[in-house]
Structure formats: C-alpha cells, structure tokens
Nanobody
Framework: QVQLVESGGDLVQPGGSLKLSCKAS????????IGWFRQVPGKKREGVSC????????YYSHSVKGRFTISSDNTKNTVYLQMNDLKPEDTAVYYC????????????????WGQGTPVTVSS
C-alpha cells in the first residue's frame, strides 16, 4: 500500500538549516507529484512546496521561496526539503503528501500523508 514516511525534523537555531526526507513506498515517484506541507496547532495545514516528478517543475510558497529547496531522488524513492535560513515562524510539523497525480494539486486533493516530522526553530 502507499506509505510516506518523513524524517529529519529537529530543534534548530534561527538562521540554521535542516534537510527533511520523505520516503515513499507502494508506488514509484517517477511520474507523481509530492508536496510538503506544514501545520501549527490550531491552524490550517499550509502548502510549502511541491515537486512534479513527471516534468521536474517545482513550486514554493511565498514565505519559503529562496530559502527552501525541494528535490527528488527517484533511485531512493525519496523527496527532500532542504531548509536554509530558518526562522521561528517556520516552526511546525512538516508533512509530505501525494495525490498520485502528475501535477501539484491543491492540498485538499491529497489522499496520502505521512505521519509528520516536527521542526522547531528557537534560540
């Protein structure tokens, strides 16, 4: 069955970096889009970035553009989110998800989610 497992979350100081991983199983990444989202307790899940593996296009939210980079290693069936220059407002639980489509759809169309990995940015 389709499974997504995130890892890499940690406590980091402002200005620091983290690299999150999303390991997929039950399907191959080659043609599908994977999105990264984040959620703070009491707030709606927010889209952060998406990679469309069918054409290589990437998308970023305004708040992370220029600081975060999404990438995919299809040999490892894993998508990464490199996060640089982290800010306290980046603190959240980060989730990866997929709708098993060859595009980056809105968040409500995602059918499969990982369990999340927590990121805390604090001094």
């Amino acid at each position: 069955q389709v499974q997504l497992v995130e890892s890499g979350g940690d406590l980091v100081q402002p200005g620091g970096s983290l690299k999150l991983s999303c390991k997929a199983s039950g399907f191959t990444l080659d043609y599908y889009a994977i999105g990264w989202f984040r959620q703070v307790p009491g707030k709606k899940r927010e889209g952060v970035s998406c990679i469309n593996n069918s054409d290589g296009k990437t998308y970023y939210s305004h708040s992370v553009k220029g600081r975060f980079t999404i990438s995919s290693d299809n040999t490892k069936n894993t998508v990464y989110l490199q996060m640089n220059d982290l800010k306290p407002e980046d603190t959240a639980v980060y989730y990866c998800g997929t709708a098993l489509v060859t595009s980056c759809p809105p968040g409500y169309e995602y059918d499969y989610w990982g369990q999340g990995t927590p990121v805390t940015v604090s001094s």
